[in-house]
């Protein structure tokens, strides 16, 4: 027998992990509603109280799927924000050149606050002068999950390790990436990098290619001068212009 006496049950430490994740959200907004005066910007706030619901959902038999978003962002510096929801939160990296089909290719990606999930709808533009002043696009949507199918502690564990695998199912973005963390002093620093499966590519350039919001088919000369949605026809055409194939064999031109 052990010290049962002493040592934490199973469900106690359970309960003690769950009281300090939950803790750890409200305190994860601090940085995101600092840095923002909402009575000038547009972004939303991020209610804490919608965090906490978010977070506290009931376990259920199957785990609900987590989002992500890609956000092209016209501020200081063109970057796209890559962001993956992770504990009622969207974890955040700023992307200066944008996500790559090219397994070859790794992409600096600078982590930055984590941002509310209601973020995700979020597009326009930001006033000069307030901070991330710009346009702001949905350039992809969809859902994600760990590669190895070990679900949310799967990828708490890889964010924490700094070697972060999943899976994106979004218009633009699909198949295995990897975000792994450089060791570098100050704000951490990850690489993107595109996985070896079928929808990898190295002869097309998708943030070159696809220039349009995923969500209204617009421009980012559009978003900025405020002209309305494009027509669903519009849209969905784009879409399917630029949506990547599945690779095909590499036809050799010679
Ligand atoms: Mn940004």
């Not at 600078?110 to 949905?138: A, C, K, R, S, W």
């Not at 972060?164 to 198949?175: A, M, P, T, W, Y």
Request: avoid cysteine; hydrophobic fraction near 30%; aromatic fraction near 6%.
């Amino acid at each position: 027998m052990k010290n049962a006496g002493v040592a934490p049950s199973a469900a106690e430490n359970d309960m003690v992990a769950k009281k300090r994740r939950s803790s750890a959200r409200g305190a994860k907004l601090t940085e995101y509603q600092r840095k923002r005066d909402f009575t000038k910007t547009r972004e939303p706030a991020g209610d804490p109280s919608s965090i906490a619901r978010k977070g506290r959902s009931p376990r259920t038999k199957r785990e609900p799927k987590l989002q992500f978003v890609v956000q092209k962002h016209a501020a200081s510096h063109l970057h796209f924000d890559f962001r993956l929801e992770l504990d009622g939160v969207m974890k955040s990296w700023a992307v200066p050149k944008g996500p790559s089909y090219d397994p070859a290719v790794r992409r600096l990606a600078m982590e930055v606050e984590d941002h509310p999930i209601e973020y995700n709808t979020f597009e326009g533009t930001i006033p000069q002068g307030e901070y991330g002043g710009g346009t702001v696009m949905l350039w992809d949507r969809g859902t994600y999950e760990a590669e190895d199918g070990g679900g949310a502690d799967a990828l708490r564990d890889g964010y924490a390790r700094g070697d972060l695998k999943f899976v994106l199912r979004g218009e633009r973005l699909h198949g295995g990436w990897v975000l792994v963390r450089m060791k570098r002093p100050g704000r951490p620093q990850w690489l993107l990098i595109k996985h070896r499966d079928e929808y990898a590519m190295s002869d097309r350039d998708v943030v070159d290619e696809v220039t349009t919001s995923v969500a209204t088919g617009r421009t980012m000369e559009d978003i900025a001068a405020g002209r309305k949605r494009r027509s669903r026809s519009a849209v969905s055409a784009a879409s399917k212009k630029t949506a990547p194939r599945k690779k095909t064999p590499a036809r050799r031109a010679g």
